[in-house]
Antibody
Framework: EVQLVESGGGLVQPGESLRLSCAASGFTFSNYWMHWVRQAPGKGLVWVSRINSDGSSISYADSVKGRFTISRDNAKNTLNLQMNSLRAEDTAVYYC??????????WGQGTLVTVSS | EIVLTQSPATLSVSPGARATLSCRASQSVSSFLAWYQQKPGQAPRLLIYGASTRDTGIPARFSGSGSGTEFTLTISSLQSEDFAVYYCQQYNNWPYTFGQGTKLEIK
């Protein structure tokens, strides 16, 4: 069974950092591109970042470029998102999602990040 | 960046009736369009990819159509579990983008 389990969310103050992780199981993790998507409270889905299967190609949304870093450890089946210089507008549920090339077919349950003083 | 505009924002439909949701792209995305369903407190669920192909396990009452800039998700004979928010997503051009969502509510 394919599973994606996010962790690392929490309450932080503006300017602080947080590291999210997504543990993958039930499939060959190293074969898939992966994404982070966020959803602010009561709002829609917004793509944040993506990484290709071997980590050699990475993209970010303009809103997080220079502050967030995506990475993966294929030996540990883990996707990460290092978030620095957090702002109030980064408050959201963060999901990791598997890219099936035709749609994103598996999503984690999400982890809530709250940035507030 | 390709903008996806979904309409209507909210759709009120009775159980057993048909629902038609629209997604318009600001430029052609060919058939690289997906539809997702999201229920409160849950992650999105892939329903349709390639504009018209149902993902594994998705009931036949869900159907997608369209290409280029105009797309439709149709749910025939609505069941209670179908009332949710639906998002379209294009994966033809980076950055991949989502529509703002259509909330399907019980009439």
């Amino acid at each position: 069974e394919v599973q994606l389990v996010e962790s690392g969310g929490g309450l932080v103050q503006p300017g602080e950092s947080l590291r999210l992780s997504c543990a993958a199981s039930g499939f060959t993790f190293s074969n898939y591109w992966m994404h982070w998507v966020r959803q602010a409270p009561g709002k829609g889905l917004v793509w944040v970042s993506r990484i290709n299967s071997d980590g050699s190609s990475i993209s970010y949304a303009d809103s997080v470029k220079g502050r967030f870093t995506i990475s993966r450890d294929n030996a540990k089946n883990t996707l990460n998102l290092q978030m620095n210089s957090l702002r109030a507008e980064d408050t959201a549920v963060y999901y990791c999602a598997r890219d099936a090339y035709e749609g994103w077919d598996y999503w984690g349950q999400g982890t809530l990040v709250t940035v507030s003083s | 960046e390709i903008v996806l505009t979904q309409s209507p924002a909210t759709l009120s439909v009775s159980p057993g009736a048909r629902a038609t949701l629209s997604c318009r792209a600001s430029q052609s995305v060919s058939s690289f369009l997906a539809w997702y369903q999201q229920k409160p407190g849950q992650a999105p669920r892939l329903l349709i990819y390639g504009a018209s192909t149902r993902d594994t396990g998705i009931p036949a009452r869900f159907s997608g159509s369209g290409s280029g800039t105009e797309f439709t998700l149709t749910i025939s004979s609505l069941q209670s579990e179908d009332f949710a928010v639906y998002y379209c997503q294009q994966y033809n051009n980076w950055p991949y983008t989502f529509g703002q969502g259509t909330k399907l509510e019980i009439k």
